[in-house]
């Protein structure tokens, strides 16, 4: 006579965990500069924010942490951004 085998609830659920898993698709990443000249200027997008980081620190007299948003509109012909960092504060800068 044979001897029926049961398995544990334990024992099946270490059996699940041993499946393999399949790797994550990688996504393809796009890398890009956007460098705005006018007038033998040249300034790209980084050095935007930076500078508007910098009146948020210096002009504003603000913590660097509370820097978390920053909208920038550039205005060549008056060579100005106008921002507007985390949805409140406005103004502009000169270029």
Not at 61 to 77: I, S, T, W
């Amino acid at each position: 006579m044979e001897k029926k085998t049961t398995k544990k609830p334990a024992e099946e659920s270490a059996e699940k965990k041993t499946r393999t898993r399949k790797a994550p698709v990688k996504k393809n990443t796009v890398t890009s500069v956007v460098t705005l000249q006018f007038s033998g200027k040249d300034y790209t997008t980084e050095a935007l924010v930076e500078i508007a980081k910098a009146v948020w620190e210096h002009d504003l007299q603000r913590a660097p942490e509370e820097f978390k948003k920053a909208e920038l509109y550039v205005k060549p012909e008056e060579s100005a951004v106008y921002y507007v960092i985390n949805d409140e504060v406005t103004g502009s800068f000169a270029i």
